[in-house]
């Protein structure tokens, strides 16, 4: 679904990306960890077509879709405007199918987005991804600045879409622990560079890896 090879993505002369190659396979969801400024927005924002490869290919099989890091909505603008403006490029505009998975949107279909709470928001950015109908889903902070419980839910809806429609998602995360329990295999960048990849339990249970991401768990 996402075949990432050997990319490189620059702004200027600073290197953000080097040398990059990951894969999202149909129907898996794959995660991607790293520190602050190790460019995983600079992959996310590539694979939505955002920026440009300065060497490198990115090949996407079917409808890719980015919810981008901070959510990204109009605020001022309804719950149901910012849900059409995800289906704009599609042309999707009945949000009714989205609405049957994440029900709570309906609820809150007339209210502005900018008056809504951390993790609504979140919701609002996951049904407008959800619009265009992607088969694969690039999530890029899911958990930043959401409780525990909020995160929890958005996590429950987002693994549901995995198992029922085959949706493959790559899980752009902070929280190694959340992303270690939601999917099988995992990337670590660092520094624009892949340092370590592999099933998401093994890397749990590398030293190096656990002392780093996991509080030394
Ligand atoms: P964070 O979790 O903090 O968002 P990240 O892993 O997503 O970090 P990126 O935002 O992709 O990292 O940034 C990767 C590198 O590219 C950093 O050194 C950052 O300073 C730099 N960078 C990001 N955006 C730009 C930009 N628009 N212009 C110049 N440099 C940028």
Redesign the pocket.
Same mark, same amino acid.
């Given at each position: 679904m996402i075949a990432v090879e050997d990319l490189v993505v620059a702004?200027?002369t600073?290197v953000?990306?080097d040398h990059v190659t990951l894969q999202v396979g149909a129907g898996e969801m794959v995660a991607l960890l790293?520190?602050?400024?190790?460019?995983?927005?600079?992959?996310?924002?590539t694979l939505a077509g955002l920026l440009r490869p300065a060497s490198g290919t990115v090949t996407t099989g079917g409808r890719l879709a980015l919810i981008p =890091?901070g959510r990204q909505l109009f605020p001022d603008l309804t719950v149901a405007d910012n849900l059409a403006l995800g289906g704009w490029r599609s042309g999707a505009r009945d949000p009714s199918a989205v609405y049957d998975v994440l029900p709570r949107l309906a609820e809150l279909a007339k209210r502005k987005a900018g008056v809504l709470s951390g993790g609504e928001q979140q919701m609002v950015a996951f049904g407008r991804a959800l619009m265009s109908r992607p088969d694969v889903l690039v999530v890029? =902070?899911l958990s930043l600045g959401l409780a525990p419980a909020v995160t929890a839910d958005l996590a429950a809806h987002l693994t549901e879409l995995n198992r029922s429609r085959g949706l493959a998602v790559l899980l752009?995360e902070?929280n190694a622990r959340l992303a270690f329990e939601l999917c099988g295999r995992a990337y670590v960048?660092e520094?624009?560079r892949l340092v370590t990849e592999g099933r998401s339990a093994a890397l749990a249970g590398d030293p190096r890896v656990a002392g780093a991401y996991l509080g030394g768990a």
């Open positions: 702004y200027g600073a953000a990306l790293g520190p602050n400024g190790a460019g995983k927005s600079t992959l996310a924002n =890091e890029d =902070e752009i902070q960048l520094s624009g």
